[in-house]
């Protein structure tokens, strides 16, 4: 069965560092591309980038370039999303999914990390 | 950005009735290699992740039933839920993945009436 398992809740202060992962497993890792999704409370779904396991090419969105960095290890077929200095406005429910090639819909997604930045 | 504009931004339909769901693009998302509209549509359940439902704007993912319909073209597409069934109780979301970056619609709250 494809899946992708992500780690868990995280609860951190304005400026702290946070590394959250997606694990995929039941398929070639490396063959697909993985893309982070931010969902803020209550709303919708916004697309941060992307990942290809396979050769690290990544793509991110203008909107989150330079926020967030986005990086995987096909090794252990774990992809992760960094920050490096969290903000309140970075509180939401981060979820990774599977994609086969760059333009394509997302047809495995993880069960969600949601991250809280509060002082 | 493609800017994608569902309406309504929520729906009450009786159960075993149509529920209808439309999507608009801010510019086509016809994707000219293959002559497919790069659109999907996503089912939310409440502290679930999105679920796909539909890609290339018309074709069911695997396991989905066949009462989800997609249809439309170039800026303009539709949900329809043939006949509304509890368990779809949800939000729904479009997706344009013609364009980088891929953008979705703001969402439709769908409950039983």
């Known amino acids: 069965e494809m899946q992708l398992v992500q780690s868990g809740a995280a609860v951190k202060k304005p400026g702290e560092s946070l590394k959250i992962s997606c694990k995929g497993s039941g398929y070639r890792f490396d063959n697909y591309w993985i893309s982070w999704v931010r969902q803020m409370p209550g709303k919708g779904l916004q697309w941060m980038g992307s990942?290809?396991?396979?050769?690290?090419?990544?793509r991110h969105s203008p909107s989150f370039q330079g926020q967030v960095t986005i990086s995987a290890d096909k090794s252990i077929d774990t992809a992760y999303l960094q920050w490096h200095s969290l903000k309140a406005s970075d509180t939401g429910t981060y979820y990774c999914a599977r994609h086969v090639v760059i333009r394509s819909a997302f047809d495995t997604w993880g069960q969600g990390t949601m991250v809280t930045v509060s002082s | 950005d493609i800017v994608m504009t569902q309406s309504p931004d929520s729906l009450a339909v009786s159960l075993g009735e149509r529920a209808t769901i439309s999507c608009k693009s801010s510019?086509?998302?016809?994707?000219?290699?293959?002559?497919?509209?790069?659109l999907a549509w996503y089912q939310q359940k409440p502290g679930q992740p999105p679920k796909l439902l539909i890609y290339?704007?018309?074709i069911r993912e695997s396991g989905v039933p066949d009462r989800f319909i997609g249809s439309g073209s170039g800026t303009d597409f539709t949900l329809t839920i043939s006949s509304l069934q509890a368990e779809d109780v949800a939000a729904y979301f479009c997706q344009q993945y013609n364009t980088s970056p891929p953008t979705f619609g703001q969402g439709t709250k769908l409950e039983i009436k």
């Open positions: 510019q086509s998302v016809l994707f000219s290699s293959n002559n497919k509209n790069s």
């Open positions: 990942i290809y396991p396979g050769d690290s090419e990544t």
């Open positions: 290339w704007a018309s």
